[in-house]
T-cell receptor
Framework: GAVVSQHPSWVICKSGTSVKIECRSL??????MFWYRQFPKQSLMLMATSNEGSKATYEQGVEKDKFLINHASLTLSTLTVTSAHPEDSSFYIC???????????FGQGTRLTVV | GENVEQHPSTLSVQEGDSAVIKCTYSDSASNYFPWYKQELGKGPQLIID?????GEKKDQRIAVTLNKTAKHFSLHITETQPEDSAVYFC???????????FGTGTKLQVIP
């Protein structure tokens, strides 16, 4: 099946700094990608929809100025957590639908720890 | 918006027994219902899915059933094996680009 790769797999940063997470579709193009956040022992919650060539669409309650999304190409979307705080520590996961099917493929996730 | 409820939250079965996880959804417009397996520290992996025009689908030891009228769908795993131990999520979505709403998850433990 199609492959979606996230980088880094884990990151530790100091409070107040910014962290960038990349999501790449390796063998297909994705005009849309989705970013989820998962707290320990909880479900995945959709944060935003990343649209290639246009602004991202954020879910209610998600601060667009804090979670910057850039979908600069058909194979890459980035999520930047700005001015990170300990409460932003979470597992961030992206997904991308392969236009040739209706299945969405998920990345392996990025564990963010803010200290 | 869509709301997906999932039960049970934890499930322990003996190796070889069957496991059943049930979900309900709220939006009658949802027409695609995937099931994901998530192992610790990894992203979700699709294991089976079903569309609203089908009542049942089976893939080896895994089967899914859908009752559109009742807005229920279930995952059945037969002949469970220790490697089936993981967290399972049901999900529902509408439309072609798979913006899915996840259930709350079920932690399945298969005891050898």
């Amino acid at each position: 099946g199609a492959v979606v790769s996230q980088h880094p797999s884990w990151v530790i940063c100091k409070s107040g700094t910014s962290v960038k997470i990349e999501c790449r579709s390796l063998d297909f193009q994705a005009t849309t990608m989705f970013w989820y956040r998962q707290f320990p022992k909880q479900s995945l919650m959709l944060m935003a929809t990343s649209n290639e060539g246009s602004k991202a669409t954020y879910e209610q309650g998600v601060e667009k100025d804090k979670f910057l999304i850039n979908h600069a190409s058909l194979t890459l979307s980035t999520l930047t957590v700005t001015s990170a705080h300990p409460e932003d520590s979470s597992f961030y996961i992206c997904s991308a639908p392969n236009g040739e099917s209706t299945e969405a493929f998920f990345g392996q996730g990025t564990r963010l720890t803010v200290v | 918006g869509e709301n997906v409820e999932q039960h049970p939250s934890t499930l322990s079965v003996q190796e070889g027994d069957s496991a059943v996880i049930k979900c309900t959804y709220s939006d009658s417009a949802s027409n695609y219902f995937p099931w994901y397996k998530q192992e610790l520290g990894k992203g979700p992996q699709l294991i089976i899915d079903i569309r609203s025009n089908v009542g049942e689908k089976k893939d080896q030891r895994i089967a899914v059933t859908l009752n559109k009228t009742a807005k229920h769908f279930s995952l059945h795993i037969t002949e469970t094996q220790p490697e089936d131990s993981a967290v399972y999520f049901c999900a529902a979505s509408y439309g072609g680009y798979q913006k899915v709403t996840f259930g709350t998850g079920t932690k399945l433990q298969v005891i050898p």
